[in-house]
T-cell receptor, first 115, second 113 residues
């Protein structure tokens, strides 16, 4: 069975500081991994994805994530936080190479950016 | 840029009533999904749909739920007799053939009183 754990339901950083949102997964088969962002009153927007190619994945808005199989992690980072990054972030895992595969989400992390 | 749309954005209903949530997936996508998020909880998978039939469904998706693609553009989720615990944000998503990414709509917030 697959599962996702996001450590920290709330993360607060200062504007310009490093953003680190943690995600650990459990999967019995090679996973596909995703980070989605949800701005207030909006749907889920894809930030980036890992699909067994490069382990360091770059996404939109300056975010990137590194797949570390040995640590079963897929942490999301951004070198310098911007006020507009304040949102809820979801890590998700999917059984690889299956178009009909469901996404299994973590519980989400709310990112607060302080001026 | 093409996007998934959902209507209505908000729906308030009485317990026991039927509701239909509507979604228009991205036009060339063939795989469709419904997820829901109860307030303060995880986003949960409900059902996936391909080639006019359900591909996979979760334990949540019991006989009170059904999905349909009534025409070439709409994808609907029907809850036959709503319960208080059905109150949630319901997200529709779609993906194209050979593509892992699921694209989500803005959601319908359902409140059952």
């Amino acid at each position: 069975a697959q599962s996702v754990t996001q450590l920290g339901s709330h993360v607060s950083v200062s504007e310009g500081a490093l953003v680190l949102l943690r995600c650990n997964y459990s999967s019995s088969v090679p996973p596909y991994l995703f980070w989605y962002v949800q701005y207030p009153n909006q749907g889920l927007q894809l930030l980036l994805k890992y699909t067994s190619a490069a382990t360091l994945v770059k996404g939109i808005n300056g975010f990137e994530a590194e797949f570390k199989k040995s640590e079963t992690s897929f942490h999301l980072t951004k070198p310098s936080a911007h006020m507009s990054d304040a949102a809820e972030y979801f890590c998700a895992v999917k059984r690889g190479s299956s178009n009909t595969g469901k996404l299994i989400f973590g519980q989400g992390t709310t990112l607060q950016v302080k001026p | 840029e093409p996007e998934v749309t959902q209507t209505p954005s908000h729906q308030v209903t009485q317990m026991g009533q039927e509701v239909i949530l509507r979604c228009v997936p991205i036009s060339n996508h063939l795989y469709f999904y419904w997820y829901r998020q109860i307030l303060g909880q995880k986003v949960e998978f409900l059902v996936s749909f391909y080639n006019n039939e359900i591909s996979e469904k979760s334990e949540i998706f019991d006989d009170q739920f059904s999905v349909e693609r009534p025409d070439g553009s709409n994808f609907t989720l029907k809850i036959r007799s709503t319960k208080l615990e059905d109150s949630a944000m319901y997200f529709c998503a779609s993906s194209e053939e050979g593509e892992e990414t699921q694209y989500f709509g803005p959601g319908t917030r359902l409140l059952v009183l």
